[in-house]
């Protein structure tokens, strides 16, 4: 038992003094749980007698405990006129007061607050490396509150100490010191997606995070994330850099793709090789198999490819005109034997 307390007991069991009338035989309680912030008599003995509200002394803080052995127990049996003795010299009592942690939540709340006064985003996002242990008894809604703060903006550094009391009981202190710095709401994927993987809204969540992790080149809104594939593994939770995104792959590499050109309201098709993957809207060679020639064709559709109107062939045909000096037009396409008009 801290001396302090055995201290306190013995000294308040002293001052206790006056006729007192013989108790009835009582018996030792083992554990007490103690209810508020004085020991009495009856939380170490049941039936203590007349004195049994008599207060011995203070409690232990919410969440501590209290050890009596047998020699102190039985100056307060004497003391007190209580009937018991001790029978061995390892008899004692364990006085436990209950208590509850403050959540980190509150803590964080009552940080925020204070934050905000001292110039810092009402929605600053906190880092608190040590959460502190501040316990109140289990009955009480005490919030922690800032009595102390010191905030140096540029660094985004913090110091402050925290106090919480509850029920009259003497106020708990702490000191914390983290970062703090204003954040921005971004879409985050929710789950973890794997490369390739079309992003539909169900994978896609808003989120705060720290305005120094956002650039001119992180997705800001859920139409940018919404309908496209990623390039790599991105950590939910965190903001999607735009790099990362890509239209879903229609086309993949080396697949035969519908080659389509529209030429004065003409619509011609064949059969071409691609020679990139790609997704909807993106630009790819593709290959002729029957004359080798190479053009640069839209995605347009699962498998299908639009010329670009006005280019020429990356790679000129085996046969044909001068592709180097002519661009893809309706008679260089008609002079394509393998090519059938739709």
Same mark, same amino acid.
């Given at each position: 038992?801290?001396?302090?307390?055995?201290?306190?007991?013995?000294?308040?069991?002293?001052?206790?003094?006056?006729?007192?009338?013989?108790?009835?035989?009582?018996?030792?309680?083992?554990?007490?749980?103690?209810?508020?912030?004085?020991?009495?008599?009856?939380?170490?003995?049941?039936?203590?007698?007349?004195?049994?509200?008599?207060?011995?002394?203070?409690?232990?803080?919410?969440?501590?405990?209290?050890?009596?052995?047998?020699?102190?127990?039985?100056?307060?049996?004497?003391?007190?006129?209580?009937?018991?003795?001790?029978?061995?010299?390892?008899?004692?009592?364990?006085?436990?007061?209950?208590?509850?942690?403050?959540?980190?939540?509150?803590?964080?709340?009552?940080?925020?607050?204070?934050?905000?006064?001292?110039?810092?985003?009402?929605?600053?996002?906190?880092?608190?490396?040590?959460?502190?242990?501040?316990?109140?008894?289990?009955?009480?809604?005490?919030?922690?509150?800032?009595?102390?703060?010191?905030?140096?903006?540029?660094?985004?550094?913090?110091?402050?100490?925290?106090?919480?009391?509850?029920?009259?009981? !003497?106020?708990?202190?702490?000191? *914390?010191? +983290? %970062?703090?710095?204003?954040? &921005?709401? $971004? =879409?985050?994927?929710?789950?973890? /997606?794997?490369?390739?993987?079309?992003?539909?809204?169900?994978?896609?969540?808003?989120?705060?995070?720290?305005?120094?992790?956002?650039?001119?080149?992180? !997705?800001?809104?859920?139409?940018? *994330?919404? +309908? %496209?594939?990623?390039?790599? &593994?991105? $950590? =939910?939770?965190?903001?999607?850099? /735009?790099?990362?995104?890509?239209?879903?792959?229609?086309?993949?590499?080396?697949?035969?793709?519908?080659?389509?050109?529209?030429?004065?309201?003409?619509?011609?098709?064949?059969?071409?090789?691609?020679?990139?993957?790609?997704?909807?809207?993106?630009?790819?060679?593709?290959?002729?198999?029957?004359?080798?020639?190479?053009?640069?064709?839209?995605?347009?559709?699962?498998?299908?490819?639009?010329?670009?109107?006005?280019?020429?062939?990356?790679?000129?045909?085996?046969?044909?005109?001068?592709?180097?000096?002519?661009?893809?037009?309706?008679?260089?396409?008609?002079?394509?034997?393998?090519?059938?008009?739709?």
């Amino acid at each position: 038992m801290p001396p302090r307390h055995l201290a306190t007991l013995l000294l308040s069991t002293t001052l206790a003094a006056g006729v007192l009338t013989d108790a009835a035989a009582a018996s030792l309680r083992s554990v007490a749980q103690l209810a508020g912030p004085q020991v009495r008599l009856a939380d170490l003995f049941d039936d203590a007698g007349a004195e049994a509200e008599r207060v011995l002394g203070p409690s232990p803080p919410p969440g501590g405990r209290l050890v009596v052995g047998a020699a102190q127990l039985a100056a307060i049996a004497r003391q007190f006129h209580v009937d018991w003795a001790p029978t061995t010299q390892t008899e004692r009592i364990v006085l436990e007061r209950p208590g509850r942690t403050v959540p980190k939540e509150a803590i964080l709340g009552a940080l925020r607050t204070a934050l905000a006064g001292a110039g810092c985003a009402t929605d600053c996002a906190v880092d608190l490396p040590l959460t502190p242990r501040l316990i109140v008894t289990p009955d009480t809604d005490a919030a922690p509150a800032v009595e102390q703060l010191d905030y140096d903006a540029a660094a985004g550094r913090f110091a402050a100490v925290l106090s919480v009391t509850a029920n009259g009981e !003497a106020p708990q202190r702490a000191r *914390v010191s +983290g %970062r703090a710095a204003p954040t &921005v709401t $971004v =879409p985050v994927l929710a789950r973890r /997606l794997w490369p390739g993987a079309v992003i539909s809204a169900a994978d896609v969540q808003m989120a705060r995070v720290r305005a120094t992790q956002i650039g001119t080149e992180t !997705a800001q809104a859920p139409e940018q *994330v919404v +309908g %496209r594939s990623l390039r790599h &593994v991105v $950590v =939910p939770g965190q903001p999607v850099p /735009l790099t990362e995104l890509v239209a879903p792959e229609l086309v993949r590499k080396g697949s035969i793709v519908t080659l389509e050109l529209d030429v004065g309201g003409l619509s011609m098709r064949a059969e071409g090789e691609a020679l990139q993957a790609g997704g909807l809207g993106e630009r790819i060679a593709v290959l002729n198999p029957l004359s080798h020639a190479v053009v640069q064709a839209e995605i347009v559709e699962p498998g299908g490819v639009r010329v670009v109107p006005g280019s020429v062939p990356m790679v000129p045909p085996q046969s044909g005109p001068n592709w180097n000096s002519q661009t893809w037009n309706s008679q260089t396409w008609n002079d394509r034997p393998q090519v059938a008009n739709r």
